[in-house]
């Protein structure tokens, strides 16, 4: 029991009162070093803990915002045809819980896409929110990320996806895993038509996720200490009957075997972005052949 929190605190407010215009969120905890940070100052960070490093999960909008030159972009609506195919319940209505998720974040599902531009090349971009049910993918994620690639196409630009995901949406069954096979051939095409596709693996990207259109980019960038993986640690364990090695499933550890191209700071994220994207582009030798389609001068 936590004497300060759970007596000291209620009795002092019985005493004084609290402010009705003071927010209760002023103060966060890193879930890795327990410092507590300012609001503010997180903000300003682009929620990276000052003080141990540790890159905290962000929503599709501050992904958008902190990506995009000037904070600029426009996305588009994405919705599924079907929202609860199977009438899935069990402790809660899957509709409910839905429901639920759409109101705490404002958004219609777990993936939200935008285009704008990073260093100025035009890029079209889907995030997902772990906020929104575990980042879980659904029919919803698979419209999104098609309408994306898509999207991707028609505007010959690059599509980056920003990954933060638990896996297939178990309340939608067969039909959330139809979405790995889907969401795969929507990469495909965009290999056959010459589009770059690069992939942000943020913390944690498992599951179905995982196993489909994350581990498909041309390019693979991961956050520090982002987990990756496809089934956990611990049920690996178990099924191998041995003990992993230190730090696996991170972000380095894949680094150091080969599953992903580079570990980025978030703060460096966008310029190093920015920096693929002119040379995929072939802005970086005065006109040779774009890496998807056409020919670009030094000048774009």
């Known amino acids: 029991m936590n004497w300060l929190k759970n007596f ?3 009795k002092l407010r019985q005493l004084v009162g609290k402010p009705k215009d003071v927010p209760d969120d002023l103060w966060h905890k890193c879930p890795a070093c327990g410092q507590m940070i300012f ?13 141990c490093g540790h890159h905290m999960r962000l929503s599709a909008p ?3 915002a902190m990506l995009f030159d000037e904070r600029a972009y426009q996305t588009i609506e994405v919705k599924a045809q079907v929202h609860d195919p199977l009438k899935f319940r069990d402790q809660k209505k899957y509709a409910d819980r839905l429901k639920d998720a759409q109101d705490k974040t404002g958004h ?3 993936l939200a896409v935008a285009h704008g531009r990073i260093g100025g090349s035009p890029v079209v971009a889907a995030a997902l929110d772990f906020g929104f049910m575990g980042g879980s993918m659904g029919i919803a994620v698979g419209e999104g990320l098609l309408a994306a690639a898509k999207l991707a196409k028609e505007k010959r630009a690059p599509l980056i996806a920003v990954t933060s995901s638990g896996g297939a949406r178990m309340q939608e069954g067969i039909f959330s895993l139809m979405q790995m096979v889907r969401t795969t051939i929507a990469v495909e095409d965009l290999s056959a038509a010459r589009i770059p596709y690069i992939v942000v693996l943020a913390d944690p990207t498992t599951g ?6 994350a581990m498909l980019g041309d390019i693979a960038i991961a956050e520090p200490g982002a987990i990756i993986g496809f089934a956990g640690a611990r049920v690996i364990e178990q099924t191998i009957r041995e003990k992993l090695p230190e730090g696996f499933q991170r972000a380095e550890y894949l680094l150091d075997h080969g599953m992903v191209d580079m570990v980025v700071h978030r703060h460096d994220l966008r310029a190093t972005l920015a920096k693929l994207l002119r040379l995929l582009a072939g802005k970086h030798d005065g006109g040779r052949p774009s890496a998807y389609g056409g020919t670009q001068t030094a000048a774009g």
């Open 108 to 110: 219609d599902d777990a």
């Open 39 to 51: 609001h503010r100052e997180l903000e300003k960070n682009l929620r990276v803990c000052q003080h």
């Open 8 to 10: 000291v605190r209620p």
């Open 208 to 213: 179905g996720v995982s196993a489909s259109f």
């Open 62 to 64: 501050e992904r958008f």
